[in-house]
């Protein structure tokens, strides 16, 4: 089992930048494929983007693609948000989780259902 707790999070203006941090305790990091997650106030949880394992493959949404880059250091067992050009309706709670059975590089990566183990998440706050 292993445990995530996210960091980084904050008010920024709308165009500006922000870096999340994922830190996982626990064993066996480098066998999770990690993801994000965002929430909004009064919507429903939407996947963000996702990392395989090793690192070599990511995914993201349509509407971060090209503004948010996933990445990770598996030797410090720490997932990276790297958000830019951030937006208003990129507000919101932003959790780290991380997936056991692999199903996150699959055919339905986008799945939310896919992870199995949560933090606490993190506010980002976008200003027009």
């Known amino acids: 089992q292993v445990q995530v707790a996210e960091s980084g999070g904050g008010l920024v203006q709308a165009g500006g930048a922000l870096r999340l941090s994922c830190a996982a305790s626990?064993?066996?990091?480098?066998?999770?494929?990690m993801g994000w997650v965002r929430q909004a106030p009064g919507k429903e949880r939407e996947f963000v983007a996702t990392?395989?394992?090793?690192?070599?493959?990511?995914y993201y949404a349509d509407s971060v693609k090209g503004r948010f880059t996933i990445s990770r250091d598996n030797a410090k067992n720490t997932v990276y948000l790297q958000m830019s050009s951030l937006k208003p309706e990129d507000t919101a709670i932003y959790s780290c989780?991380?997936?056991?059975?692999?199903?996150?590089?699959?055919?339905?990566?986008?799945?939310?259902?896919?992870?199995?183990?949560w933090g606490q998440g993190t506010q980002v706050t976008v200003s027009s």
């Open positions: 990392i395989i394992q090793s690192g070599g493959s990511t």
């Open positions: 626990g064993r066996g990091f480098s066998y999770y494929g």
């Open positions: 989780a991380a997936d056991r059975r692999g199903l996150s590089s699959g055919r339905y990566y986008y799945r939310t259902s896919n992870y199995d183990y």
